[in-house]
C-alpha cells in the first residue's frame, strides 16, 4: 500500500506540473500570437515578438508551438486580444498590479475582481498602484556569462541604467523604449539572454508576516491561474526563510 500511495503522489505532483506546464506555453503562446498579430510575423523585424520568442524558450517551449503560435497571427479568424492593466490591493495594503491579454473585458475583469475580494483584497483605479513602481525594460543573464563588473561596465556602454548580480545570474535595466537595442549590445558580447522582458519593479515593498504572506501568495496563485492572466507584480517583503516555507512543494 505505501508503494502504491508513493506512486499515486508522484503521479499526482507530475499531472499537476505538467498541467501548470501547458498553462504557461499556452500563455507565451497567446502572446507570441498577439505579437506577430501586431507586427510583422518575422521576430528579425518585430522587436517584440523576438521578446516573446526569447521568453518561450527560455521556458523550453518546443519550436513547433512558437511556430504555431506565429502562424496563428496570419489566420483570418484568430482571436483578437486586448491588452488590459488591473491595479489593487491585496492584504496588508500589499499594491498588485496584474497584466492581462483577453478576447472578453468583462470575463477578465469579473475574474480578477472576485480573485481579490476572496482573498481580502480590493481592485482599485487604473493608477491607484503603479505609481509606487517603475516601468522599466530588463535582459537576464546566467551567472556565468560575466562577472558582475564586466557586465555593469557592458551595461552602461549600451545604455543600461542598473544592473543587478548574484548568483542566480545578472539583470540589467534600462528604459522601456532602448530596451531592444541595449539588448542587442549586450548579445553581441554574451550571446543570447536568458529572457528580455518589460517589466514593473517596485519602489517600496510593504512587510509582511507570515499569515498575511500566505493569504497573499494564495491569490498570486490564483490571480495566474486565469488564462488571461499573463503577468502578476506585487511589491512586497517577505523573510526569505518564510517565503521558502510558504513556496515549499
Known amino acids: ?22 498553462k504557461l506555453f499556452s ?16 521576430p528579425a523585424m518585430n522587436a517584440r515578438l523576438r521578446t516573446a520568442i526569447v521568453a518561450a524558450r527560455a521556458q523550453n517551449m518546443p ?8 502562424k496563428k497571427s496570419q489566420e483570418a479568424d484568430s482571436a483578437n486580444y486586448d491588452e488590459v492593466r488591473y491595479e489593487g490591493f491585496a492584504i496588508g495594503g500589499v499594491g498588485v ?13 469579473s475574474e480578477v475582481r472576485s480573485t481579490f475580494s476572496k482573498f481580502g483584497g480590493n ?3 487604473t493608477g491607484s498602484v503603479s505609481f509606487n513602481f517603475d516601468r522599466l525594460g530588463a535582459i537576464e543573464f546566467d551567472a556565468d556569462k560575466a562577472a558582475a563588473d564586466e557586465m555593469l561596465e557592458a551595461a552602461i556602454e549600451a545604455g543600461g541604467d542598473d544592473v543587478e548580480s548574484g548568483e542566480e545570474g545578472h539583470t540589467v535595466y534600462c528604459n522601456p523604449e532602448e530596451l531592444h537595442e541595449v539588448a542587442k549590445a549586450l548579445e553581441e558580447r554574451f550571446g543570447e539572454p536568458r529572457s528580455i522582458q518589460i517589466l514593473w519593479r517596485s519602489k517600496i515593498d510593504v512587510p509582511v508576516d507570515e499569515e498575511a504572506g500566505e493569504k ?5 496563485d490564483a490571480l495566474e491561474e486565469s488564462d488571461d492572466v499573463q503577468q502578476v507584480y506585487a511589491n ?13 512543494a
Do not use: C, Y
Open 1 to 22: 500500500m505505501a508503494g502504491h500511495s508513493k506512486f499515486k503522489n508522484i503521479q499526482f505532483r507530475k499531472g499537476a506540473q505538467d498541467k501548470k506546464r501547458a
Open 63 to 70: 519550436n513547433d508551438n512558437i511556430d504555431r503560435a506565429i
Open 216 to 220: 497573499l501568495l494564495r491569490m498570486i
Open 27 to 42: 500563455k507565451l503562446g497567446r502572446e507570441i500570437t498577439t505579437a506577430a498579430k501586431l507586427g510583422l510575423p518575422d
Open 123 to 125: 481592485l482599485g483605479e
Open 97 to 109: 498590479i496584474v497584466e492581462a491579454l483577453t478576447d472578453n473585458r468583462n470575463r477578465t475583469a
Open 236 to 248: 512586497f517583503d517577505m523573510d526569505e526563510d518564510v517565503f521558502q516555507k510558504l513556496t515549499a
